[in-house]
């Protein structure tokens, strides 16, 4: 019998529970949809490979991710090219997930498989909104006379739960018509404040990591110059630590484009700071 020791698969301060734990990691390695540089699908397993270099310890919240009582439950293995079974079997795990009284924090994976998460935690939650961090704004009906695309999740997610129910930062890309509505349902929000309307409402948090510049971020299907700095980012995430965030996702990790592996070191700090607004 070997007696390593061996290395954890897990991501670094993950429990080895699940039935104790107040939240749950989960792959979503999927990216069928990508509409520029593909390698989504890498993201998850990157992360938690890139995760032993970091300290578990959250300077930003005074908090050790090993007393958050978190379990990585690895993977979803999804099939290549069948979007809508994908979303199923996400939408069936994460439903698990609220059932059994979790947190979801999912990492993927292109930015399309978070409709799936939100259409299961909105059966729990009716009155859901959802905050949006990305250079994008995902606004499409469809894409290449496609519905599910990573580049329209936003405008799925609006048909669920309402454009009034839906905060967006860090946009600076898309196209003349999704910016039309941006604008008409005022879903852009520049100053922190404009965010407390959702103070007493359930909220799903997604980060698409293109978010940031990537001067920081280059590991990323399409990278937009402007971005936040990850100090801008933490500034917002700090505004939310006394919101009532039941969820949350970051997404569109694309690991081997950025050899540095800076992508998947930030990527990894941002997991152990939502952690800490669960």
């Not at 699908?41 to 310890?57: D, H, K, M």
């Not at 997930?97 to 978070?114: A, P, Q, V």
């Amino acid at each position: 019998m070997l007696k390593g020791p061996f290395l954890s698969k897990d991501f670094i301060g993950a429990i080895d529970d699940y039935l104790k734990a107040k939240i749950v990691l989960l792959g979503m390695p999927y990216d069928c949809t990508c509409s520029n540089r593909a390698g989504t699908r890498f993201g998850p397993q990157a992360a938690r490979l890139e995760s032993i270099g970091i300290e578990t310890y959250s300077v930003y919240f005074n908090s050790d991710m090993e007393d958050l009582a978190f379990f990585d439950a690895g993977d979803l293995e999804y099939p290549f090219g069948n979007a809508q079974k994908a979303l199923d079997i996400t939408e069936d795990n994460v439903d698990i997930i609220y059932s059994d009284n979790k947190k979801l924090l999912g990492i993927g994976g292109e930015h399309l498989i978070t409709l799936a998460s939100v259409k299961s935690v909105l059966k729990k939650y009716p009155d859901l909104a959802v905050i949006q961090f990305d250079a994008h704004t995902d606004l499409r009906s469809q894409y290449l006379d496609e519905t599910l695309t990573h580049s329209g999740v936003m405008y799925q997610i609006a048909q669920l739960i309402g454009y009034e129910n839906i905060a967006q930062i860090g946009l600076r890309s898309g196209e003349k018509a999704e910016f039309e509505i941006v604008k008409k349902y005022n879903t852009l929000k520049i100053d922190k404040q404009e965010l407390d309307k959702f103070k007493n409402k359930p909220i799903f948090l997604t980060i698409d990591l293109d978010v940031l510049d990537p001067s920081l971020m280059s590991g990323v299907g399409t990278p937009e110059a402007g971005g936040l700095t990850y100090k801008e980012l933490m500034d917002w995430l700090l505004y939310l630590k006394d919101f009532n965030i039941i969820g949350a996702d970051i997404m569109e990790l694309a690991p081997d484009i950025d050899i540095t592996k800076t992508s998947s070191a930030t990527c990894c700090k941002l997991v152990r700071e939502v952690l800490n607004l669960l």
